[in-house]
């Protein structure tokens, strides 16, 4: 490898800084690099950079295939930069620090575990109530006690008859007791922490709950850290309400009160900007110099230089000693502010959607913090309380306490399906998959990231706010999509190709396929605590809506890989506002639509009114193969915990049947260790991502000789992929291969069974495997006549033709058969449902009062249908593009 690998702010140009550091991952050709260790940075002028690197993925004969690269915060960050494994020698570990900052430290004792960045280091007790004692920026204490509060109501308002003054809220406090030193370098650190909620009143009659997971990102010298919060929901949803999750930070303030300066930021780089004593506006001046040193932020000159008829009279202006900003929709922030409690709020102003930001310091020193995703999750919460004492307390409220409580209990009494017969009934009317007890979101998770500043002093205004726009949206290095593409990962797609008018007009439709999604959230208000990231499965022409409220065609769950998608979307442009669509879409389904503890754990809830409704519970939700690109792409250790969580997801088999109410042999089949029904398709193919992943990712043998073992066992198989489902033997971790029967479902290939497929033909090399698999692709969309000949009878149950095109166009490419491209483009030109002409590709205005609010129409009806149509044209281009009509 040589050292001319580009790396690309993915919004553009350079941000001004830094503040905290960064990283990133990228893949590397099989057998180009030895190791992580070999690699170095340099910037745009070729000078070396500080850096580290570890591996995330290694390619079966050992070489690195993918690492994560940190670099230092800076204060001048270069416009791109160039990752090398040869050439040069790397600077020391460190590297050359930015102006007042040094090396990253991490120092370990048996009660505390200490990190320096060089701006700032901060204790961390190994247990206790605190996730960290204490934060010092230049020698001062600028936060202390940073601890996780949660809020526990015991029902609904409208539920009981006493009204909201009967019931009953019970206040909890995180309690860390695990803390490890996860990553440790001269450029990066990362510290894990682990707990639960425990109630303050002993006597609450309440156990501990909602497990979290909170982790701290440091780098060498940094101002600000990253804090990544996830918990579980592990209550019951029919007797406890969560009322109230966040993150509070005693605040020590040293100054005098008009000294002391409140900053929230409001919508598009708004700010509000106060003294918790102010100056200004008073019937007597105090002084021009004196006002504009409180507005900036600056020191006010001595009391004695001030107008006495104000410096004389301080104590009779009010201190503000409590400031609040409330975000409890999409669309609106309201901020207001006290004296102290007993005493009316006063209303300052509101907004649209607040930055999610606030700040609170001295001219000795503060603390900030911003909420990445602030308004997109509503109802937040941002508290400053006690600013007019020596100790202050901020609050980063998650779910805020003046929402309504969270009702995670089922929408409906389950309308008498009380048994499999009754539910199918139901799902041919609603498609909802009904199942008592199984709509049930005990399990589900959520993640939030946070930014924490350690300030010296008041900032200019304007630093705050790109503060508050980094928080928000934190900069991000990228490869470009020519190299990715270059080191051949995650299989069959090409960089963005306009070179010819028939590519040009399909890079339009996925153009506009993305654009209307994008703009169906910002309409739709697809915005919320356990919503956001997700889109909806099909639309409702009637009513002019999505089907929010119709079984299962509301919430898509990665119904038909959405996720697959975008990401390959993202891969091939290079787009920033693709890769965050993806980033929320990931984020979101694998916390919130798949189980995190439980029965269930490990399995991800089919597309439902609610993420958690549906009554199938399976892999094909859950899959790594929608979680790899963001951890790959990103070396995000929380996607790591997901993928680990699913190592051993093959265990799921022996408690839940996925097909259990369709089953055909249901009357003799007995789930046991040595003969579970696995399908070949949805279920194979998750399993396989999993064991893939794993084995990239740690070398594990048990991952290796499944994925292996299984692929053999399906090239054994007398109709390979077309058996449809094979006995799986747990323990072994193989499939009998003696079944001799044909069962072809249209949804076996479409939930990453292709892309895993791909993969695994060039990575192994099990001649096979790949017979069956070419067979199955060639086959699928065949002539009746073509699988008789080939198989002895037609295939039954093919749907999606649009979909399954691109496995034509696999086995064309392949075989190198140019009757099979043909066929294959034939095939996705005619089968498209609803994306098959052009018209398609338009938009409708619909107006009130046939609305609520002014929305954009289009005729597609289904993500399904947008999915595997932009994952059909990205395969076919990369397979098949020269063939096309």
Known sequence: MTDNTLIRWIDGGAPSEISGGTTWGMPFARGSVAAASSLSVTDAGGAFVASQAWPLATWPDGSLKWAGLALPATSSPSEAYHVGSDGGTPPQAGGEPAAGGGSLTVTETADTLTVDTGNLHMVLNRTGSTLFSSLVRGGTEVARDARLVSLLQDGIADDKDGGAGSLKRDAFTGEVTAVVLEHSGPVRAVVRLEGQHRPDAPDSGHD?????????????????????????????????????????????????????????????????????????????????????????????????????????????????????????????????????????????????????????????????????????????????????????????????????????????????????????????????????????????????????????????????????????????????????????????????????????????????????????????????FWNYGDVMHTYDHDRHVWRYDVGGYAWDNSELSPDLWLWYSYLRSGRADIFRFAEAMTRHTGEVDVYHLGPWKGLGSRHNVQHWGCSAKQLRISTPAYRRFYYYLTADERTGDLLTELVDSDQNFLGLDPVRKVRPDADTYRPNREALGVGLGTDWGSLAATWLTDWERTGNPRSRDRLLGTMADIGALKYGFLTGEALYDLDKGRFDTGRELIQVSHLSAVFGLVEICSELVDLVGDPEFERAWLQYCRLFLAGKEEQVEAVGQPLEGIYLTQAHSRLTAYAAARLNDPDLAARAWASFAEGGEHLNHESAFTLRRIEPPHVLLPVDEAPTVSTNDASQFGLAVIQNLALIGHHLP
């Not at 029919?238 to 300066?261: C, I, K, Q, S």
């Not at 005990?442 to 706010?465: C, M, Q, V």
């Open 208 to 528: 501990s709950w909602l497990p979290f997971v909170v982790r701290f990102y440091f780098h060498a010298n940094a101002r600000s850290v990253r804090m990544v919060h996830s918990f579980i929901w592990d209550g019951d949803a029919d007797r406890d309400f969560l009322a109230g999750l966040g993150v509070r930070f005693t605040v020590p303030l040293r100054a005098e009160l008009h000294n002391r300066h409140v900053r929230i930021a409001g919508a598009d780089g708004g700010f509000l900007t106060e003294g918790v004593r102010g100056l200004t506006g008073l019937r007597r001046d105090p002084g021009e110099e004196i006002r504009r040193a409180q507005v900036e932020g600056r020191p006010t000159p001595p009391l004695a230089g001030w107008n006495p008829e104000v410096s004389e009279r301080l104590h009779l202006i009010p201190a503000w000693n409590d400031y609040t900003l409330s975000q409890l929709t999409a669309d609106g922030f309201e901020l207001r502010k006290r004296t102290a409690p007993g005493h009316a709020w006063v209303g300052i102003s509101g907004g649209t959607r607040s930055a999610g930001f606030c700040s609170l310091t001295d001219t000795l020193g503060g603390f900030g913090v911003g909420i990445k995703d602030f308004w997109q999750s509503h109802p937040g919460q941002l508290d400053i309380r006690n600013a007019a004492t020596d100790e202050a307390s901020l609050t980063a409220w998650l779910y805020s306490p003046e929402a309504q409580p969270m009702d995670l209990r089922f929408y409906h009494d389950g309308l008498g399906q009380d048994t499999f017969e009754e539910q199918l009934e139901g799902l041919e009317v609603t498609y909802e998959d009904y199942e008592p007890g199984f709509g049930n979101a005990r399990g589900i998770a959520r993640t939030h990231e946070l930014t924490l500043f350690a300030y010296e002093s008041t900032p200019a205004t304007e630093s705050l706010a790109a503060d508050a726009a980094s928080a928000s949206t934190p900069a991000l290095l990228q490869a470009t999509p020519e190299y990715l593409h270059s080191v051949g990962v995650f299989g069959n797609w090409d960089p963005v190709d306009r070179s010819t008018p028939a590519r040009a007009e399909l890079e339009d439709h996925l153009d506009f396929l993305f654009d209307f999604y994008a703009g169906q959230v910002e309409q739709r208000r697809w915005y919320g």
